[in-house]
């Protein structure tokens, strides 16, 4: 390393100590602020520098031991003086920037420079993240950690070879869809619980359809009539449907990139049906009213986690049978079938099977739209037997609509 390169590092080490030390000066901390910070990332730093230029290899250790004490011994002295219990944040900042000094002369400055700016954030954004963690109640708690336990703990101990007909059950990859699945629905519970309550009902029920667009619509079926007008339920229920479709591209994108460049212009443009019947239909229902949002639960159990794997692993196979001894016309039936209840299991095991070149990306994304036209069928199901024939009737003309739009492109798109 030439000495122009060990000085670059060097300013660089300053630099990042003097962000973090910035915003603890701004709050007036006592312990270490705009100086110190700098000091002790520089620390960190020279122990690195020197402990390899001299083969001391210890030196770095007992540097971030004689830190450490120093931090201690002011932190018992300000308590004393203080009367008052402190925190250990600005400690454990101070041990992170020693040893992000020590990075930036060893190792990648991109990490070291990400983890300064992850520190200056954290410290920055106290009172936000510490409302929002005081906002969370026991379901989003939970679903986090359930979250943690589907993705951290059974996806690595799941094997990652084939089984079964048509070698088409995968532990690992089936329990890897599971993951994308319980992530998209856990953003979308996330955003729905941030600004859906205050964003309205159509807005609530589009955030809900990222979570669930069958228990957006359960939720919203029952509210029709009460809380809301018929006509806006209706309205809230198709936008909560045409999110579908994001989730749709979302998950192409992840699992069959090839696929969705076919398959991206007529989900596009089956969205943009949607949308423009949602946009009549208000014009249509002008209502004002502020109605509950849809009731929406947790979206990371591990039951729900099991029965979606569950549910995927049998499409799966379901797919590749019916592409041998059907053809196309069985992956149609199919799509038809299994989209009643879910499009995700159709949809990402259709991509699956376009990716290991089974099934054509042109036949594919006609099987998914399919699949999402199906259930539709089955939501205005729901909306009959749970908000009646005044809420059916507004929810039928919206479907049976976009299902007319879907089967002509499923039909005639080039």
């Given at each position: 390393m030439s000495d122009t390169d060990i000085l670059y590092r060097l300013a660089l080490v300053v630099g990042l100590g003097m962000l973090v030390g910035m915003q603890r000066e701004r709050v007036d901390d006592p312990l270490a602020g705009f100086r110190t910070f700098p000091l002790i990332a520089l620390a960190g730093a020279l122990a690195a520098l020197l402990g390899k230029h001299l083969e001391l290899p210890w030196l770095l250790p007992a540097g971030l031991l004689a830190v450490t004490a120093t931090l201690v011994g002011g932190?018992?002295?300000?308590?004393?003086?203080?009367?008052?219990?402190?925190?250990?944040?600005?400690?454990?900042?101070?041990?992170?920037m020693y040893l992000v000094g020590a990075q930036v002369v060893g190792g990648e400055l991109l990490v070291a420079a990400s983890i300064s700016g992850a520190v200056a954030?954290?410290?920055h954004f106290k009172a936000g993240?510490?409302?929002?963690?005081?906002?969370?109640?026991?379901?989003?708690?939970?679903?986090?950690?359930q979250f943690v336990l589907i993705t951290l703990i059974i996806?690595?101990?799941?094997?990652?070879?084939?089984?079964?007909?048509?070698?088409?059950?995968?532990?690992?990859e089936t329990w890897l869809m599971v993951v994308l699945i319980v992530a998209?629905?856990?953003?979308?519970?996330?955003?729905?619980?941030?600004?859906?309550?205050?964003?309205?009902?159509?807005?609530?029920?589009?955030?809900?359809?990222?979570?669930?667009?069958?228990?957006?619509?359960a939720s919203l079926s029952r509210q029709s009539g009460a809380q809301m007008t018929h006509g806006l339920a209706a309205i809230a229920i198709m936008l909560a449907s045409t999110v579908v479709l994001g989730r749709v591209i979302i998950e192409l994108g992840v699992v069959a990139p090839a696929?969705?460049?076919?398959?991206?212009?007529?989900?596009?443009?089956?969205?943009?049906?949607?949308?423009?019947?949602?946009?009549?239909?208000?014009?249509?229902?002008?209502?004002?009213?502020?109605?509950?949002t849809p009731e929406i639960g947790n979206p990371a159990q591990l039951r729900s986690a099991i029965a979606f794997?569950?549910?995927?692993?049998?499409?799966?196979?379901?797919?590749?049978?019916?592409?041998?001894?059907?053809?196309?016309?069985?992956?149609?039936?199919?799509?038809?079938?299994?989209?009643?209840?879910?499009?995700?299991?159709?949809?990402?095991?259709?991509?699956?099977?376009?990716t290991q070149g089974k099934v054509g990306s042109d036949l594919a994304w006609r099987v998914i739209v399919t699949a999402v036209l199906s259930n539709l069928v089955f939501k205005a199901g729901i909306t009959l037997?749970?908000?009646?024939?005044?809420l059916f009737r507004p929810v039928a003309v919206m479907f049976g609509t976009a299902i007319v739009f879907g089967l002509g492109i499923v039909l005639f798109w080039p």
């Open positions: 932190s018992l002295v300000l308590a004393r003086t203080s009367g008052e219990p402190r925190g250990m944040t600005t400690e454990m900042a101070a041990l992170v954030v954290l410290l993240l510490h409302g929002l963690v005081d906002r969370l109640t026991e379901t989003d708690v939970k679903a986090v950690m996806l690595p101990v799941l094997p990652d070879q084939t089984y079964g007909p048509y070698d088409a059950f995968n532990p690992f998209l629905n856990l953003g979308g519970y996330v955003a729905f619980r941030l600004i859906g309550g205050r964003g309205g009902s159509l807005l609530a029920g589009a955030l809900g359809g990222l979570v669930s667009s069958t228990a957006a619509t696929l969705l460049k076919a398959a991206i212009f007529p989900l596009a443009a089956l969205a943009v049906v949607h949308l423009v019947i949602c946009a009549v239909a208000l014009l249509r229902f002008s209502e004002h009213q502020a109605p509950e794997g569950a549910l995927y692993a049998v499409v799966k196979v379901l797919v590749a049978a019916a592409d041998a001894w059907a053809g196309d016309r069985g992956l149609y039936l199919l799509a038809t079938v299994a989209g009643l209840t879910d499009v995700d299991a159709i949809t990402l095991s259709t991509g699956q099977m376009v037997t749970m908000g009646g024939v005044r």
